[in-house]
């Protein structure tokens, strides 16, 4: 069964819903979270694929260069120079709107989950790294902003405020690593070697994640550890490489028959993920946290809600094996055909159950 949420309604129209949800939280054990750019809004971080007063801040600077926002996290802009400078305007601002940000209630969420032992990993596509006020520690999938690397050397440093500035401008600082390589080489009179210019330490569009085989053995192992929840939150599902371990782990989860996988996000999700989540709220992550927040403070209601839904998960695996015996006892084929849905529309709110309807076809 699959159940689709929209948040609109008043909380007696939601709650048996929320309360199952509140329910799988609350009797998870491993829990893998996936974060995307979503759940900083509220924090004071734009969405990239929104923020059209950041890209006409830096549209402002540079008048004569027209960039779409995802060709602004695209390795090949360095192609240009001009594009170049651009991008490094648009880092300044990023950088300048992320150091006066502060952690969501989302993050606070996730961090619960940590302090509760149920967290297994979170995974980030985040550069702003707001996890680290709170100490929640995060794999970061796309980089970091606190961070400055050397476009030539392994040399990184931290993102000073000087260092702001000079991208501001437009300008790439050189890297003090490869100067001060060079400035020896040509004391000892050797030739002059080409010296590296700094970048925010993320990872662009069409480049590989320097740290792409750690975090590769990490989610593998994560698998291997057989986790029983997984919460998708504030993102638009658009990075190949994500897409593929969300729908490996998903597989994971569903082998148990008990796990369950909630994606929540203000846009729904595409068909490609209607056989991935078991729910799916549509609605600001922050109002979603705070609704099951609610739900799961109220322990009776927790304790009745997880006794139920075990007796539930537990009736359907008693179902299952009933089917499996009787199909071993006999020379009888039954072929299942999920076809069926049934929709309800609320003001506002959706709730989509996906019913199986049964085709038997009875063979000699």
């Not at 309360?19 to 829990?31: E, F, G, P, Q, W």
């Not at 990239?48 to 602004?72: A, M, N, Q, T």
């Amino acid at each position: 069964m699959k159940v689709k949420i929209a948040i609109s309604e008043p909380p007696e129209v939601i709650d048996p819903l929320i309360t199952d949800l509140a329910a799988c939280i609350a009797k998870s054990k491993r829990v893998l979270v996936i974060t995307g750019a979503g759940i900083s809004c509220s924090g004071g971080i734009p969405d990239f694929r929104s923020s059209d007063g950041l890209y006409d801040l830096v549209k402002k600077k540079h008048p004569d260069i027209v960039l779409r926002g995802k060709e602004l996290f695209d390795a090949m802009l360095f192609r240009d120079e001009k594009q170049i400078k651009c991008f490094y305007t648009f880092m300044a601002e990023l950088k300048r709107l992320i150091s006066s940000a502060a952690p969501t209630p989302t993050h606070a969420f996730i961090q619960k989950l940590k302090q509760n032992g149920q967290l297994l990993r979170c995974y980030t596509q985040n550069i702003d790294c707001l996890e680290e006020s709170i100490d929640l520690p995060v794999i970061q999938l796309h980089g970091s902003m606190n961070k400055v690397k050397c476009t030539l050397c392994p040399a990184t440093y931290k993102f000073t405020t000087r260092m702001e500035n000079q991208f501001r401008r437009g300008v790439a600082p050189p890297c003090p690593q490869c100067t001060i390589v060079d400035c020896e080489r040509i004391r000892q009179g050797k030739r002059s070697l080409a010296t590296g210019t700094l970048r925010p330490d993320v990872v662009l569009y069409n480049e590989e994640h320097p740290n792409g085989d750690i975090i590769g053995q990490m989610q593998t192992s994560d698998l291997k550890k057989k986790p029983d929840l997984m919460i998708v939150m504030g993102t638009s599902l658009k990075i190949p490489a994500l897409k593929k371990f969300i729908k490996q782990a998903s597989r994971m989860i569903h082998a148990t028959k008990t796990g369950r996988v909630i994606f929540v996000n203000r846009t729904q999700a595409t068909k490609e993920w209607e056989k991935v989540f078991d729910y799916e709220v549509l609605g600001d992550t922050d109002h979603w946290v705070k609704i099951i927040e609610k739900k799961m403070a109220d322990e009776k209601t927790m304790a009745a809600a997880v006794t139920r839904l075990k007796r539930s998960i537990s009736s359907v695996s008693d179902e299952d094996d009933k089917e499996n015996t009787i199909a071993s006892g006999t020379k009888k084929t039954v072929t299942l055909n999920v076809s069926s849905s049934k929709q309800t529309t609320l003001k506002g709110f959706r709730v989509t159950k996906s019913a199986a309807t049964t085709k038997r076809t009875k063979t000699a």
